[in-house]
């Protein structure tokens, strides 16, 4: 993974004139149609030139910068192909909620196609199919029947993890720690316990670790730039991430094929696979389940480690903003007992910083492509059928036209005059319309519990001669912080960190 986007001397040569001759010919085959209004063109040689310069982290903002140029809608050629990018909360809003039909399709990117999934199974990336109706109306049901939704029903399983976690923490006596693997463990065991069973975890506990340590392994190796661009496979920086992406994501389903033979021959706990084997019956088809398992761990072991773990940054940054966090925990909840779900209606700071969290550090900063069914519009624009189309979440949370300043870390722009809540609706990193996160609600509560229940009894700081904590953003599908330590010391009425 490249942390500050600096291309290796050996390659850049190579890279240059791989790209020039490439460009010449995405030049000749732009696509035209007369009587179109396409959105805006995007010059090819300017991106490829911002990403030579700095690095594969320059898309979301580059994206988003050509959008103060172009409008909130342009688009690029590659081949014959035309991506487009949507940048504000608005356009991404009418393409994916008003015309969620037509922009319901996936393209087959190469990272899927040709290197992890050449049958596009599963979820997440699956064309817009039977397949995938049938699959994602499965999951959900299942789900369901553990308690998804569910408020009770998934806090219990949440605080489970939250209490493991917290022992964990109370271990290091408030020594720098890096929390990202303790914080990707226990936020991934509660769906991994729903997909197969606490016994797999106590029995298997090599394998239940190899789910979770491939499956971010994997995540972080995902690019965009290979999917938009395939023919950079052939340089040298991008064959090396393909070979981990391949290598992690090998290990993964295996670790998931073992999964499903210990629940095939453990019958003792209900588990997602054992719904998904009786439902379908002796004849199911095994590499679709393999696959179905395969993105539901995506989303569970990235997406809240990562946000809780930017979280603790801003906090441990933040100070005057961690204190009345705090204090309204503190008024609001007994001191006796964990945060609940049913306690957030009466958290509306709290609620502020979660959604300023998720704003200002957009984990997902280019969602997943979508691809286009027909030929349709989005605002003012035509969009060709079988077109790549990238919602650009960080440019609409960035968007200084919809949040003052929007650099500052300033959960108060989520509050009104009336200590309400508002513009939740803008945060977008879940994604819109049909092809939304399947685990959105399950996220959003581990996020809500994780989160309270470590401020309300620990105090967020950075390491002992340090004001604050440095990192860089470190950008691949997602964007994660780089190493960094932090002390998380129990709360005691009178103290707050010192230095």
Same mark, same amino acid.
């Given at each position: 993974?490249?942390?500050?986007?600096?291309?290796?001397?050996?390659?850049?040569?190579?890279?240059?004139?791989?790209?020039?001759?490439?460009?010449?010919?995405? *030049?000749?085959?732009?696509?035209?149609?007369v009587?179109?209004?396409?959105?805006?063109?995007?010059?090819?040689?300017?991106?490829?030139?911002?990403?030579?310069?700095?690095?594969?982290?320059?898309?979301?903002?580059?994206?988003?910068?050509?959008?103060?140029?172009?409008?909130?809608?342009?688009?690029?050629?590659?081949?014959?192909?035309?991506?487009?990018?949507l940048?504000?909360y608005?356009?991404?809003?009418?393409?994916?909620?008003r015309?969620?039909?037509?922009?319901?399709? &996936?393209?087959?990117?190469?990272?899927?196609?040709?290197?992890?999934?050449?049958?596009?199974?599963?979820?997440?990336?699956?064309?817009?199919?039977?397949?995938?109706? *049938?699959? @994602?109306?499965?999951?959900?049901?299942?789900?369901?029947?553990?308690?998804?939704?569910?408020?009770?029903?998934s806090?219990?399983?949440?605080?489970?993890?939250?209490?493991?976690?917290h022992?964990?923490?109370?271990?290091?006596?408030?020594?720098?720690?890096?929390p990202?693997w303790?914080i990707?463990?226990?936020?991934s065991?509660?769906?991994?316990?729903?997909?197969?069973?606490?016994?797999?975890?106590?029995?298997?506990?090599?394998? @239940?670790?190899?789910?979770i340590?491939?499956?971010?392994?994997?995540?972080?190796?995902?690019?965009?730039?290979?999917?938009?661009?395939?023919?950079?496979?052939?340089?040298?920086m991008?064959?090396?991430?393909?070979?981990?992406?391949?290598?992690?994501?090998?290990?993964?389903?295996n670790?998931?094929?073992?999964?499903?033979?210990?629940?095939?021959?453990?019958?003792?706990?209900a588990?997602?696979?054992?719904?998904?084997?009786?439902?379908?019956?002796?004849?199911?088809?095994?590499?679709?389940?393999?696959?179905?398992?395969?993105?539901?761990?995506?989303?569970?072991?990235?997406?809240?480690?990562?946000?809780?773990?930017?979280?603790?940054?801003?906090?441990?940054?933040?100070?005057?903003?961690?204190?009345?966090?705090?204090?309204?925990?503190d008024?609001?909840?007994p001191?006796? &007992?964990?945060?609940?779900?049913?306690?957030?209606?009466?958290?509306?700071?709290?609620?502020?910083?979660?959604?300023?969290?998720?704003?200002?550090?957009?984990?997902?900063?280019?969602?997943?492509? @979508?691809?286009?069914?027909?030929?349709?519009?989005?605002?003012?624009?035509?969009?060709? *059928?079988?077109?790549?189309?990238?919602?650009?979440?960080?440019?609409?949370?960035?968007?200084?036209?919809?949040?003052?300043?929007?650099d500052?870390?300033?959960?108060?722009r989520?509050?009104?005059?009336?200590?309400?809540?508002?513009?939740? #609706?803008?945060?977008?990193?879940?994604?819109?319309?049909?092809?939304?996160?399947?685990?959105?609600?399950?996220?959003?509560?581990?996020?809500?519990?994780?989160?309270?229940?470590?401020?309300?009894?620990?105090d967020?700081?950075p390491?002992?001669?340090?004001?604050?904590?440095?990192?860089?953003?470190?950008?691949a599908?997602?964007?994660?912080?780089?190493?960094?330590?932090?002390?998380?010391?129990?709360?005691?009425?009178a103290?707050?960190? #010192?230095?």
């Amino acid at each position: 993974m490249f942390d500050g986007g600096e291309i290796p001397v050996f390659a850049a040569s190579f890279t240059v004139v791989a790209v020039f001759l490439l460009l010449r010919r995405f *030049k000749q085959n732009g696509i035209k149609d007369v009587g179109k209004q396409y959105p805006p063109s995007l010059s090819v040689l300017a991106l490829w030139s911002a990403i030579l310069r700095r690095g594969l982290t320059v898309l979301p903002e580059h994206f988003k910068k050509s959008a103060e140029k172009h409008g909130p809608i342009f688009s690029f050629t590659t081949g014959k192909r035309m991506v487009v990018v949507l940048n504000s909360y608005d356009a991404i809003y009418d393409a994916m909620v008003r015309h969620s039909e037509a922009f319901a399709d &996936r393209n087959a990117l190469f990272t899927e196609e040709k290197v992890i999934n050449p049958e596009l199974r599963g979820i997440i990336h699956s064309r817009y199919n039977h397949s995938y109706k *049938k699959y @994602h109306k499965l999951s959900l049901s299942i789900l369901k029947e553990f308690g998804y939704g569910v408020q009770g029903v998934s806090e219990t399983r949440i605080l489970q993890e939250v209490e493991s976690m917290h022992g964990e923490i109370l271990k290091q006596n408030g020594r720098p720690i890096n929390p990202k693997w303790l914080i990707t463990f226990a936020t991934s065991n509660v769906v991994l316990s729903i997909l197969f069973g606490k016994d797999f975890q106590q029995s298997l506990p090599k394998n @239940h670790s190899t789910i979770i340590e491939s499956s971010a392994e994997c995540v972080e190796n995902m690019d965009m730039t290979l999917n938009m661009a395939p023919f950079v496979r052939f340089l040298p920086m991008f064959g090396k991430r393909i070979d981990l992406l391949r290598t992690s994501c090998e290990r993964l389903l295996n670790g998931l094929e073992e999964g499903i033979k210990f629940n095939k021959s453990n019958s003792s706990e209900a588990t997602f696979v054992g719904r998904f084997l009786e439902i379908e019956g002796t004849d199911y088809d095994h590499q679709d389940l393999l696959y179905v398992l395969r993105d539901l761990v995506f989303a569970s072991t990235d997406t809240v480690s990562t946000t809780m773990q930017w979280a603790v940054v801003e906090l441990a940054n933040h100070p005057e903003i961690q204190n009345r966090f705090q204090r309204e925990i503190d008024e609001m909840v007994p001191g006796d &007992r964990l945060p609940s779900l049913d306690d957030k209606p009466r958290l509306p700071y709290t609620e502020a910083v979660i959604l300023e969290i998720m704003r200002r550090r957009t984990v997902v900063p280019l969602l997943v492509p @979508h691809a286009t069914l027909k030929d349709t519009k989005v605002l003012e624009y035509d969009v060709p *059928k079988d077109c790549m189309v990238i919602p650009n979440a960080h440019s609409a949370h960035m968007d200084p036209q919809l949040w003052k300043d929007p650099d500052t870390f300033r959960p108060e722009r989520f509050l009104d005059a009336d200590n309400k809540v508002i513009n939740s #609706q803008k945060m977008i990193g879940f994604g819109l319309g049909k092809r939304s996160c399947l685990g959105e609600v399950l996220a959003r509560q581990k996020v809500f519990l994780f989160l309270t229940s470590l401020v309300q009894r620990f105090d967020i700081c950075p390491p002992e001669g340090q004001d604050s904590i440095a990192v860089k953003e470190i950008i691949a599908s997602t964007t994660a912080p780089s190493h960094f330590e932090v002390r998380l010391i129990p709360r005691m009425k009178a103290t707050q960190c #010192q230095g």
